[in-house]
């Protein structure tokens, strides 16, 4: 039964999904439309799934009772010349209202059954050799991205490989916060998790098409909720490997640009920011040891470009009002040197 | 021959001869602060209910403003958060509330033939306590961040997640005021569900039985016996957050090992059922207004009571629905996604009686009537969009985000609001003797209609398209904007829906057609005696020996008592 609603509901998917990404910007380019409608990962998919067999048994309830309305409002209107008496007075029924109570009774019970059934699906998939583990935790207001196995700490940005029938390989994340409640939501590979301080959840996906996906916090977590972005890129296996390769060099040492590295280290900036190879190792901010693979700057805020990097040192909160790091108050040159030196860090 | 019947029992509770004289204004407020009669107190609710209802109103205006399109700059960051905050505390604590507990203590004693509640002075109380907490809240905007900083409003969301509200995150005092606000309006409200509740039990005029009673009375025993199991662990925990906050508690406090997941299940479990609080009158007010509006007896008055209280019953276990993406585990997941779909059906229910009421009747399309149309789409819009929520993994994409908007702005402007509109229009008459214009009734309506699905219909789509709620700003690139485009042009047409109700209300108290005490040709209680009642409701409390006590004197041939 399941099947066959599925697959009427996967035509109506195919027409909703045409008309839900059409206003959405193309496909192509960095951010198209996260669409619940539009998943590339395994449990996304199953939601999608079940959403269109609930839409499915909704619309037709809502087609029935709405026509029902129509056509009682319609038919029993007062009309011109009809008389002042009183219509009969129906007090009730019995039989029909009890077949109107357990009618929807049944709907609830089947609904409740495949619910049911996709909940311990989605929730109940373990983790497997092969599978990357990826640690999340939210910040007031970026997201702190670690993989343990990997040893990479990188802000922001998930990278994950694509997973294929060949070499399935899912992403396992354990979702936590650092300070208040947020919620980790890339629509296009799974439903939200949120992070909630003094707790451990886990969350999976399985991409299955390479490219970029956004997404972003989706529970109130202070004034820059909105400027809690979040982006993940899927790259093919060989890509992803060479992604975590790079993140595991340690941080460039460019001799040109010593003085920038010399004010990273002596002002506060390494009291929050780590960048490997160097005394600062605060983990307040985000990691900066390959700041400039990044794309974004401020939690996805700005293009991460040099002349933007430079505004974020002068002010942050210009920038991104509320965001926690402070303004430096550096002098020009000492904002060109800090610059420099931060551009090094790809 | 009915004339006769009504004319006698209207004569006897006639008020004496009107004052002549004009008095002075003074003497007139004197009268409204010191007053303890229902009725007043009932106006006072109500009034206080739309005035915070345009409050409110005018603090989504400017939020749609700066969402109309990616990145405007009409309020800054804190400013938006706070106008959410304050929007939606307004809108459930000072609007839905005052408005419910408004028509109950206005409708209540005259529907079952008493003189006033039970403890009038106490019902003076609730009153004056909630404009009091009310108008707490908002001396945050001059004293939330000290006397000395701009002043701010909270700016916490209205269910206020620990441990933002801890004071590591949320210093100042903004917070403390939401807090405190909030816990002086529910001692208020508490007292008038026990004044309502002990009104209802114990002083139904004679032949007044439970199961006589009008379905608007049976909503409001509900949602009273609701009140005071719900709203007590609110106040518990936002004492709870008094303490954390001032005396260095840790029941929330994350840092020192609180627990945020606590607050979050001590809040919905009186957050959800408040709903329910505040639908379930509206339910009371359509099964009043449909019977009489097709000329039929309600369809099936013992199954909408018992509805009613199952939908009091099952909806106190589904909180959890709320948060389902906290990590709850999949039991508990299940558990509450059975309990939220199970209510539907109660719910569901419910409108086939109104269909049922309706399907063979002789419908005069009045202005409240049209808001009891326009209702039962909205409430079944919400009703499926509810059904798409229980629906877990599904709910997974959707909680937070646009489409939770939507879906309760369906529930409580079509459950609630649509049918505070039908209410005041319907009961307007009998509390100032006055019609309200059946013309701008009717541009009210369309407008306020139209206005509302440009509006909230809309806002679904840029939910299922990843947009979240309470972002005070979103990326050009997402696709959203068109969506919110439409969405903040609804607005207008909704302001100025309310502002053609404003000015009826403004000009029929002055130039309205003269109500009769009867202009519906209806059957409850309220339309035995005069409009406006007079003091004490009825000199002789008429008996009653069925559940339409004025059918029954219209139609002495065919009394009610021999089909119930």
């Given at each position: 039964m399941i099947g066959k609603a599925a697959r009427v509901a996967s035509s109506l998917s195919a027409l909703s999904s045409v008309l839900l990404t059409a206003a959405g910007g193309s496909a192509e380019g960095r951010a198209a439309t996260p669409s619940i409608f539009a998943p590339v990962s395994t449990p996304a998919f199953a939601i999608r799934e079940l959403a269109m067999f609930v839409l499915g048994i909704t619309g037709v309830i809502f087609v029935v009772v709405a026509g029902l309305g129509v056509y009682v409002l319609v038919r029993f209107r007062r009309r011109r010349g009809d008389d002042r008496t009183e219509p009969p007075q129906v007090y009730g029924s019995r039989q029909i209202e009890l077949a109107w109570t357990v009618v929807p009774l049944l709907i609830v019970a089947v609904l409740f059954l495949v619910t049911a059934r996709y909940i311990y699906g989605v929730e109940g998939h373990r983790s497997r050799e092969g599978a990357l583990e990826v640690t999340v935790i939210g910040h007031q207001w970026w997201w702190e991205i670690r993989y343990p196995t990997l040893g990479i700490v990188t802000a922001n940005e998930l990278h994950v490989p694509v997973s294929d029938a060949a070499r399935p390989t899912p992403t396992f994340l354990t979702v936590q916060s650092a300070d208040v409640a947020h919620s980790f939501w890339i629509p296009q590979l799974a439903g939200k998790m949120d992070a909630i301080p003094n707790k451990t959840n886990r969350l999976w996906i399985e991409p299955l098409q390479p490219g970029t996906y956004v997404g972003q916090c989706a529970e109130y977590c202070g004034i820059q909720h909105a400027g809690m972005l979040l982006t993940a890129v899927v790259h093919s296996q060989d890509d992803f490997a060479r992604w975590a390769a790079a993140q595991q060099t340690p941080a460039r040492n460019d001799g040109d640009v010593q003085r920038g590295r010399t004010l990273f280290v002596s002002l506060a900036c390494s009291s929050c920011h780590t960048v490997q190879g160097t005394p600062g190792n605060g983990v307040f901010g985000p990691d900066l040891t390959h700041l400039m693979s990044r794309s974004t700057l401020g939690a996805g805020v700005m293009p991460n470009s040099p002349e933007n990097l430079r505004r974020w040192l002068d002010n942050p909160t210009a920038l991104k009002p509320g965001a926690l790091m402070p303004a430096m108050k550096l002098s020009p040159e000492e904002l060109n040197d800090l610059t420099a030196y931060l551009l090094t860090l790809r | 021959?009915?004339?006769?019947?009504?004319?006698?029992?209207?004569?006897?509770?006639?008020?004496?001869?009107?004052?002549?004289?004009?008095?002075?204004?003074?003497?007139?407020?004197?009268?409204?602060?010191?007053?303890?009669?229902?009725?007043?107190?009932?106006?006072?609710?109500?009034?206080?209910?739309?005035?915070?209802?345009?409050?409110?109103?005018?603090?989504?205006?400017?939020?749609?403003?700066?969402?109309?399109?990616?990145?405007?700059?009409?309020?800054?960051?804190?400013?938006?958060?706070?106008?959410?905050?304050?929007?939606?505390?307004?809108?459930?604590?000072?609007?839905?509330?005052?408005?419910?507990?408004?028509?109950?203590?206005?409708?209540?004693?005259?529907?079952?033939?008493?003189?006033?509640?039970?403890?009038?002075?106490?019902?003076?109380?609730?009153?004056?306590?909630?404009?009091?907490?009310?108008?707490?809240?908002?001396?945050?905007?001059?004293?939330?961040?000290?006397?000395?900083?701009?002043?701010?409003?909270?700016?916490?969301?209205?269910?206020?997640?620990?441990?933002?509200?801890?004071?590591?995150?949320?210093?100042?005092?903004?917070?403390?005021?939401?807090?405190?606000?909030?816990?002086?309006?529910?001692?208020?409200?508490?007292?008038?569900?026990?004044?309502?509740?002990?009104?209802?039990?114990?002083?139904?005029?004679?032949?007044?039985?439970?199961?006589?009673?009008?379905?608007?009375?049976?909503?409001?025993?509900?949602?009273?016996?609701?009140?005071?199991?719900?709203?007590?662990?609110?106040?518990?925990?936002?004492?709870?957050?008094?303490?954390?906050?001032?005396?260095?508690?840790?029941?929330?406090?994350?840092?020192?090992?609180?627990?945020?997941?606590?607050?979050?299940?001590?809040?919905?479990?009186?957050?959800?059922?408040?709903?329910?609080?505040?639908?379930?009158?509206?339910?009371?007010?359509?099964?009043?207004?449909?019977?009489?509006?097709?000329?039929?007896?309600?369809?099936?008055?013992?199954?909408?009571?018992?509805?009613?209280?199952?939908?009091?019953?099952?909806?106190?276990?589904?909180?959890?629905?709320?948060?389902?993406?906290?990590?709850?585990?999949?039991?508990?997941?299940?558990?509450?996604?059975?309990?939220?779909?199970?209510?539907?059906?109660?719910?569901?229910?419910?409108?086939?009686?109104?269909?049922?009421?309706?399907?063979?009747?002789?419908?005069?399309?009045?202005?409240?009537?049209?808001?009891?149309?326009?209702?039962?789409?909205?409430?079944?819009?919400?009703?499926?969009?509810?059904?798409?929520?229980?629906?877990?993994?599904?709910?997974?994409?959707?909680?937070?985000?646009?489409?939770?908007?939507?879906?309760?702005?369906?529930?409580?402007?079509?459950?609630?609001?649509?049918?505070?509109?039908?209410?005041?229009?319907?009961?307007?008459?009998?509390?100032?003797?006055?019609?309200?214009?059946?013309?701008?009734?009717?541009?009210?309506?369309?407008?306020?209609?139209?206005?509302?699905?440009?509006?909230?219909?809309?806002?679904h789509i840029p939910g299922l398209l990843g947009m979240p709620r309470r972002i005070y700003t979103y990326p050009a690139d997402r696709g959203w904007e068109v969506w919110n485009l439409v969405t903040t042009l609804g607005v207008p047409l909704q302001i100025l829906g309310v502002a053609v109700f404003v000015v009826n209300v403004v000009v029929s108290l002055r130039r309205g057609a003269p109500a009769g005490n009867d202009p519906w040709d209806a059957w409850t209680l309220e339309w035995a005696t005069s409009s406006p009642p007079p003091p004490y409701n009825f000199a002789i409390v008429p008996t009653v020996s069925s559940r339409r006590p004025l059918w029954d004197l219209k139609h002495p041939g065919d009394p009610d008592g021999l089909h119930e």
């Open positions: - | 021959m009915k004339m006769d019947a009504m004319s006698v029992l209207v004569e006897t509770v006639a008020p004496g001869r009107e004052a002549a004289r004009p008095r002075p204004w003074l003497a007139v407020l004197h009268d409204w602060v010191v007053t303890v009669d229902h009725k007043r107190l009932g106006i006072l609710y109500v009034v206080t209910g739309l005035g915070f209802l345009v409050v409110g109103g005018l603090e989504a205006s400017m939020m749609r403003l700066q969402l109309a399109w990616s990145g405007l700059h009409v309020v800054p960051p804190e400013t938006f958060n706070r106008l959410f905050t304050m929007h939606g505390t307004t809108m459930v604590f000072l609007v839905g509330i005052p408005l419910v507990f408004g028509f109950g203590n206005y409708l209540v004693p005259l529907m079952i033939g008493a003189r006033d509640l039970a403890f009038p002075r106490l019902n003076a109380f609730g009153f004056w306590i909630l404009l009091f907490g009310a108008l707490l809240l908002h001396f945050s905007v001059v004293g939330g961040d000290g006397l000395y900083g701009a002043g701010s409003a909270p700016a916490i969301g209205w269910f206020a997640y620990a441990p933002l509200t801890e004071r590591a995150f949320s210093p100042g005092n903004a917070t403390d005021y939401w807090n405190l606000a909030l816990l002086v309006t529910g001692f208020g409200t508490i007292a008038t569900a026990i004044n309502l509740l002990a009104t209802i039990l114990t002083m139904r005029g004679p032949g007044m039985t439970l199961g006589r009673m009008p379905i608007f009375v049976w909503e409001i025993l509900t949602i009273s016996a609701m009140t005071l199991l719900i709203l007590p662990p609110l106040s518990a925990a936002q004492i709870m957050l008094l303490l954390d906050r001032f005396l260095g508690a840790h029941f929330f406090d994350t840092q020192a090992g609180g627990s945020a997941i606590a607050w979050q299940h001590f809040f919905w479990f009186f957050g959800h059922p408040e709903v329910y609080i505040l639908v379930l009158p509206g339910f009371g007010i359509a099964s009043e207004i449909i019977p009489v509006f097709s000329r039929k007896v309600i369809f099936g008055y013992v199954t909408l009571v018992a509805a009613s209280a199952g939908i009091g019953l099952v909806g106190m276990g589904t909180w959890a629905h709320h948060m389902f993406a906290v990590g709850m585990g999949s039991p508990l997941n299940s558990a509450f996604a059975a309990s939220t779909m199970l209510v539907g059906v109660p719910t569901g229910v419910k409108i086939f009686n109104w269909l049922a009421t309706l399907y063979g009747g002789r419908i005069r399309f009045q202005t409240p009537m049209l808001f009891c149309t326009a209702f039962l789409y909205l409430f079944l819009c919400a009703g499926l969009t509810g059904i798409h929520l229980a629906v877990v993994p599904f709910d997974w994409q959707l909680t937070d985000s646009y489409f939770v908007v939507a879906h309760f702005h369906f529930t409580l402007i079509g459950g609630l609001v649509f049918l505070v509109f039908a209410g005041l229009y319907y009961w307007f008459p009998k509390a100032t003797g006055r019609m309200l214009s059946e013309r701008l009734g009717r541009w009210h309506f369309w407008l306020f209609t139209i206005g509302f699905n440009l509006t909230f219909l809309t806002m």
